[in-house]
């Protein structure tokens, strides 16, 4: 997915709010006020996460090349509310802590919760969105793109 002048634009003008000493970079409280500005829905620990993974120069600061960097690896842009809460309660079972869950809890998930789905639909469900890692599990994230955007 690429950003759009206008949402780069847009992204930039928070990333500037949120510098507040104007140097350029801000620190992993302030990416988690400028990602929940930009609308993700984020964990303190997934803040964490992405500070070891994209603060290259190890100064516990991140600057706007790297914010888009992030951006684009967390690929949750404009997600809706709803969808965030899919996401959200999907996460609760990934106990892997690596975007997936395992087979039966999504299965369990989808047949206990809201309008209950049959087997045979869950399974076209994952099927038709060639969500299933080699070792079985479910990229819940992968899941949701793809249904939503159906």
Request: aromatic letters at 6%; charged letters at 30%; one cysteine or more.
């Given at each position: ?6 949402r780069i634009n847009e992204m930039k003008e ?55 960097q992030i951006i684009a690896a967390t690929q ?75």
């Amino acid at each position: 997915m690429s950003l759009t002048e206008e949402r780069i634009n847009e992204m930039k003008e928070i990333f500037s709010m949120v510098d507040d000493d104007g140097d350029g970079s801000i620190t992993r409280i302030q990416l988690g006020m400028c990602l929940r500005a930009m609308q993700y829905s984020i964990s303190n620990h997934e803040i964490n996460d992405l500070m070891k993974k994209f603060d290259s120069e190890k100064s516990d600061r991140i600057n706007f090349p790297q914010l888009l960097q992030i951006i684009a690896a967390t690929q949750q842009p404009n997600l809706s509310k709803q969808t965030q809460t899919i996401l959200s309660a999907l996460k609760l079972f990934d106990t892997e802590n690596d975007e997936t869950i395992s087979e039966n809890d999504f299965r369990f998930l989808m047949q206990q919760t809201g309008e209950p789905l049959s087997k045979d639909s869950v399974d076209d469900m994952i099927k038709s969105t060639d969500a299933r890692t080699k070792n079985g599990r479910i990229q819940y994230r992968k899941l949701v793109s793809t249904i939503i955007h159906l």
